[in-house]
């Protein structure tokens, strides 16, 4: 797949996905943030600056 469909693709999955990891069901929330995170780091495309998805730690 070209980088130009994945990325047309993810703009129209993504508010959906945003939408589900706020839902009350752990298994919904839980399965939204798993696929926007493993969306985010996907080399292969990278649609997502690294940054983004990175920990933050409190100094």
Do not use: F, W, Y
């Not at 993810?10 to 399965?31: F, M, N, Q, W």
């Amino acid at each position: 797949m070209a980088t130009s469909e994945v990325a047309r693709c993810v703009d129209r999955l993504l508010p959906e996905l945003l939408a589900k990891s706020g839902d009350p069901s752990p298994r919904i929330h839980t399965l939204a943030q798993h696929t926007i995170l493993t969306i985010a780091v996907c080399p292969e495309h990278q649609l997502c600056p690294a940054q983004l998805v990175q920990v933050l730690t409190l100094d």
